[in-house]
């Protein structure tokens, strides 16, 4: 049987938004590999897509129809029940308690932007109950929004104009691979390169210089920064002109001396130096790039240190301009017009890093129905078994995924849904601004639905299916109304899978005007407060990040009974050996793991993986208090104090 090979796009939460080679042999597919023309990824897949994404379609722990609870249990049962119950009992609670009483999540389970079309659904039902806040980048995008008046990020390609790039906090080689080439790149043309990581990870190889500051201290680092380039008149003699509140700015810098601020961060002054000598002085300084993390900002003080960031860039003059900038966050979905969405305001938000605390607490009405799509919170957010049961406590529970995932063993019905290769849909990236098409490659199989097809079902029942009872096609052509003309269109992207946002600009807030309502940036007025300090009772902070193996908990290993790895630095492993059964402890929990040493991580954090299922024991976050960042609504991930003690008996495969 000849094989074909598909072009499509890679929705999954990560920066890149990959073209896609797919190829199908007798209906199915054998491999994806990368479309070498995207002009961005160019024919190059992560492991996590590349080597295990066919194997999730034909994963024989794949659900292949709806699951109603029943007895202690799970029975299958067929669709047409499956939709007159959600639709019952949507109708009913409604009619009973209002649409607040029904609360929608969605999370990363894909960035296909008609996923939007679901959420049209629950505000013309409703309007229902929605999450505020955003546990990903909610901080540094307030942070952002604050300061600049959006986030937005200069064109990837930009890069090749930087005189130096400042890695802050981003890991390219797990979360962001297609940005590793135009950094080598630029590396080679003679621009220098830092990382400021809490670990010396491989990105560490392409920098000339590498900082490993305190856990969550990023903004005192920013700020002895700014300083030090202060008393050496480096911030821009005209700043004042693009900057408002420079004065009161300059105040809070100018409050401690650059040594009293890089006081907290642990690193020494000549570090400082080095990095001051990213930024040269004046009107002609040489462009700095700065590729900010996500980790940074999952702090308490998240948003501050972005802020903290943001102004450092803006008074050295240092966004605006050809190959500068402070990049964060590409408009993923500001090309496409989702007009069908709002504007509603919803009844009610409940902060996505409390969810739990949320779900329960929330009155008049009280939370009766949780539908939850393209999403796994309770391996995900923070306090998995509060999360757990506070699900369990509702009326009904209905989520939709592929797998029986830790949340939807939660579940009182779980509908099955296709994956990105069996549905259609339209992507942008965070990372880059172009768009991809994305294909249903084959069909889903017997029994499993996409998102789409289940709105449509649903609207039919509840007496929105002119509205919503529509074909993927004619959703697609809605959202690329606007830039159609401009090029990207649906016919535009059929021919060459990927379409650059006609109106992304390549150099965002060019000429310094910013998207604030008098044009200037604003900048940070009040001291950073400190993360909780580690102590002898919890001296370790725990760092659960992306893992190259596996987008999020989707990975099979992340189900599979742990225990997982956890890593420290040899100096903070307490005398347990490298291999060795320990259990990590927090307050909130605790944890069997296989320890390892890596000497590249900064001596006060203990890492994990993120993602592992709390059903396998391996959800870091079963040991993370629910908490907020200081600006919008993310979640303080990596603030939790733990302590790594030995296992509970004796080790079966250790001689005792
Ligand atoms: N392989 C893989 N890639 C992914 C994902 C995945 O699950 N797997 N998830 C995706 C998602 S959801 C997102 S949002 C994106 C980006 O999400 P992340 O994968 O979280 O992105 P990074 O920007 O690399 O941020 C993590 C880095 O921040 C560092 N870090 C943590 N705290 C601090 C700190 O206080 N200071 C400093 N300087 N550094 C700190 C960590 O050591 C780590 O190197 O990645 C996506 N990419
Ligand atoms: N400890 C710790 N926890 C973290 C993080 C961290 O760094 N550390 N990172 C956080 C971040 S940045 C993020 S964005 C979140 C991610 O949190 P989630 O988005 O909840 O994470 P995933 O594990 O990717 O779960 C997505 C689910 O959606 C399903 N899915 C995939 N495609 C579709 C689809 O088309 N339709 C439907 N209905 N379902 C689909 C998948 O099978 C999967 O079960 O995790 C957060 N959690
Ligand atoms: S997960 Fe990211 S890097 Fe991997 S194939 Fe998808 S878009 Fe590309
Ligand atoms: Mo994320």
Known sequence: MPADRIRTTCNRDCPDACGILATVEDGRVVRVQGDPDHPVTRGFLCERTNRDYPARLYDPERLRSPLLRRAGGFVPIDWEEALDR??????????????AAIFRYRCGGSLGVLKAVTDAFFDRFGPVSVKGGDICSGAGEAAQ???FGAAEANDLFELRNAAAIVVWGRNLFTSAVHQIPLVREARARGARVALIDLVRHRGADLADLFLQPNPGSDAFLALALSRRLLDRGAWHPDAGAWCAGLEEHRRLVASRTAEDWLAPTGLPAAALDELAGFFAAGPAAEPVSILLGWGLQRRANGGAAVR???????????????????????????AFTLDFVGPVEPPRRLLEPLLAEELDTAGDPPVRMVWIDAANPVAML?????LAAALRRREFVVVVDSFLTDTAQCADLVLPCATMLEEDDLCGAYGHHWLGLQRAVVPPPEGVRTDLEIVRGLARRVGLAEEFDHPVEEWQRRALSRVAAAGASLAELRARGAVRNPEAERVVF??????TADGRARLLKEAPSAIPATDEEWPLYLTAVSTPSSQGSQAVFQRRPGPPEARVHPSAAGGLGDGAR???????????VVLRHDDRLHPRILRMDKGGWRSAGRAANA???????????????????????????PDPELPV
């Open 145 to 147: 929004e604050l300061d």
């Open 382 to 386: 923070p306090g998995s078994a509060r």
């Open 510 to 515: 060019a000429g310094r005007r910013f998207r």
């Open 86 to 99: 959600v639709a019952e009992r949507m109708l009913t609670i409604r009619a009973e308690s209002g649409g």
């Open 623 to 649: 040991l993370i208090a629910p908490r907020a960042t200081d600006l919008g609504g993310g979640a303080c991930y990596y603030d939790e104090r733990v302590n790594l003690v030995p296992p509970a008996g």
């Open 582 to 592: 320990a259990r990590v402890v927090s307050p909130h929990g605790e944890l069997e």
């Open 308 to 334: 903290a960031i943001d102004a450092l860039a803006a008074v050295t003059g240092q966004i605006g301009v050809a190959g500068a900038g402070v990049s964060f966050y590409c408009g993923r979905r500001s």
